[in-house]
Nanobody, 123 residues
Framework: QVQLVESGGGLVQTGGSLRLSCAAS????????MGWYHQAPGKERELIAG???????YYALSVKGRFTISRDKSKNTLYLQMNSLKTEDTAVYYC?????????????????WGQGTQVTVSS
């Protein structure tokens, strides 16, 4: 089991910055990739950034060049640095951890989700 606790959300003006954090606990050894999703009111939850175990990032086109995903494995923490924020970024942001199947380590293949943190960008 993996538990994810998010923090860092809040209210900012357009052009501002926020850094989201996601602290993982439990069977963190099972985690392969991690990522951030967001969900705006009335819209589907969508992947905006991901990072592999080796540190290779993925970004949705809408955030590329503005957001940076990083992972500190020693601290079991995932980060999302959000710069040049737009009103369109207003959403609940969710951290997700994907675990890889491992019989020897007792790891299932599944996804774990954080509780979400609200980001509101005002003009």
């Amino acid at each position: 089991q993996v538990q994810l606790v998010e923090s860092g959300g809040g209210l900012v003006q357009t052009g501002g910055s926020l850094r989201l954090s996601c602290a993982a606990s439990g069977d963190t050894i099972c985690i392969s990739s991690m990522g951030w999703y967001h969900q705006a009111p009335g819209k589907e939850r969508e992947l905006i950034a991901g990072i592999t175990s080796g540190g290779s990032p993925y970004y949705a086109l809408s955030v590329k060049g503005r957001f940076t995903i990083s992972r500190d494995k020693s601290k079991n923490t995932l980060y999302l640095q959000m710069n040049s924020l737009k009103t369109e970024d207003t959403a609940v942001y969710y951290c997700v951890a994907r675990t890889s199947q491992s019989q020897s380590m007792g790891c299932p293949q599944t996804d774990y989700w954080g509780q979400g943190t609200q980001v509101t960008v005002s003009s």
